[in-house]
């Protein structure tokens, strides 16, 4: 064991920041982050105080320490993130940039929102609903989405340049707005059924669709009931994927933790309006206590630009 980063620990400040230690050779042992850096190292010295199982490794084979003091905590805990997807600890558990989860945007601001999907959850006024991490899950709630809605897609710049509609309009997955085929009132509602039926509240658009179908029936317009019929049809078919897990429509994230002999696999549902969503796996080699880990995983996740639901 090298003491030299232990004769430094009087002379740190008292401060917030970010700790590196470092093994022979340079290597990048472990990165931490504390609201007052002398305290939280002096935890390190002491082999008893801290019970995670790396600790004794580290404290064999630490040769010098460094930190960077920061004006906040919040600044401290950002700047650890960067570091450890940067540096790549012996200690710290990198759980790699997911490339997989992908949000459905709305951007609600315009007066003829646009549907997207987007790897950035960002505060922009828009309206995002997911996270989805299968392939399947998506294509088929989009296919539905763009069938059923019928929301533009097309860019901001593509939209007010077009004099006339595009293919989808064509095939019947746009109502055109780029060119004047739908009212905003109209398009609004549209957009309106749809952020209720991905929040869940699909009740309330089967019982709209119904009410049409019959009003329709009534006028003997038979052809447009038809119409209401197989929307009702195809709305039913993807609700019976939808597995109902709450009854109080709310959003949660559940994550669990199951960790034996160095290896941990993490465990994601993601459950939106009461329902499961999709859910997700990882494996990781861990040498932290399950809580620690479970921690280190939610700073990952939640700093990386995705929805945060109410739990
Ligand atoms: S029909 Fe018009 S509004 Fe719809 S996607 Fe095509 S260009 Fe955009």
Redo the contacts with the bound molecule.
């Keep these: 064991m090298s003491g030299s980063w232990i004769q430094q620990i009087p002379t740190l400040p008292l401060e917030p920041g970010v700790y590196i230690f470092y093994g022979k050779n340079d290597e990048v042992l472990y990165v931490g982050k504390s609201k007052c850096l002398r305290k939280r190292v002096k935890n390190y010295a002491d082999l008893k105080g801290d019970s995670r199982p790396f600790i004794p490794h580290l404290h064999e084979e630490a040769h010098r320490l460094e930190f960077l003091v920061t004006d906040t905590e919040k600044e401290a805990l950002l700047l650890e993130n960067q570091l450890i997807v940067k540096l790549n600890p012996k200690y710290n558990i990198l759980f790699r940039q997911d490339t997989t989860y992908i949000s459905i945007k709305i951007t609600i601001k315009h007066p003829?929102p646009r549907l997207m999907l987007t790897r950035q959850v960002k505060k922009d006024g828009a309206l995002y609903f997911g996270p989805y991490t299968s392939g399947k899950a998506l294509r088929e709630t989009l296919h539905f989405i763009k069938s059923f809605f019928?929301i533009?897609?097309?860019s901001n710049s593509?939209?007010k340049r077009?004099k006339r509609?595009?293919?989808?309009?064509q095939i019947d997955?746009?109502?055109?707005?780029?060119?004047g085929?739908v009212s905003e009132k109209e398009y609004k509602k549209k957009v309106e059924d749809l952020v209720r039926f991905l929040q869940g509240k699909n009740r309330i658009i089967l019982d709209e669709l119904e009410k049409k179908m019959a009003r329709a029936s009534e006028k003997l317009d038979f052809e447009r009931a038809i119409k209401y019929r197989d929307q009702i049809k195809a709305l039913e078919a993807t609700l019976e994927k939808q597995k109902v897990l709450s009854l109080d429509q709310k959003d949660y994230d559940v994550v669990a933790i199951f960790q034996k002999d160095g290896k941990a696999a993490i465990q994601m549902l993601f459950i939106r309006g009461g329902k499961l969503l999709t859910s997700h796996a990882k494996l990781v080699t861990s040498w932290e206590k399950p809580e620690t880990l479970l921690g280190s995983f939610l700073k990952h996740y939640y700093l990386s630009n995705v929805y945060i639901p109410q739990e």
């Design positions: 003829f019928r533009r897609t097309c593509e939209f077009r509609a595009c293919l989808l309009y997955r746009c109502t055109a707005p780029c060119v085929k």
